[in-house]
């Protein structure tokens, strides 16, 4: 069975899978130069944008932006502070919380980081028509469609429980 026929039988859920796979496989590829994984990534390009519109968002507030666990979040922030790309500084308003921003360094190397990768997304859109295509517009739809649908995890197990 060629690729092609493999991938026409696979389920959804399995496609997504590889889709994420491969994304997150050619980010990684492409920030490494810059000392960023994927991850790293998603936290400084999300503080950008963020930053951009005038936000200085919490820790949790990135984690909830971006997906990851809170946890996992203040891992990498901490990791990107040591390399001079983040500062986190306490709030005020509430102690416990770290507030996140990109130092000068941080946006110089996340801007660069956002060109690759915009070169990715371009290189990955292409088969629809590129990214300002109807198709990848519709796409992105049917994307943020997807993740807005609740997942409940434990309703098949609860199914199944006697």
Known sequence: MNEVSAAENATAGFLVWRLSMKWRVAVDRAVAPLGL???????VASLYGMG?????????????????????????ARA???????????????????RLTLTE???EVTGRAITVVQGL???LLEPLGGQDSPRAHQFTRDLVALLDAPLDPHAENEKEQP
Do not use: F
């Open 37 to 43: 994984t994927h991850a790293q990534y998603a936290l």
């Open 52 to 76: 951009r519109s005038g936000e200085r968002p919490s820790q949790r507030g990135l984690a909830d932006h971006t997906g990851l666990e809170p946890l996992y979040v203040s891992k990498l």
């Open 80 to 98: 990107l502070e040591a390399a001079g790309l983040v500062a986190r500084t306490r709030d005020p308003g509430d102690p416990r919380a770290m």
């Open 105 to 107: 360094q941080g946006r």
């Open 121 to 123: 997304l371009d290189q």
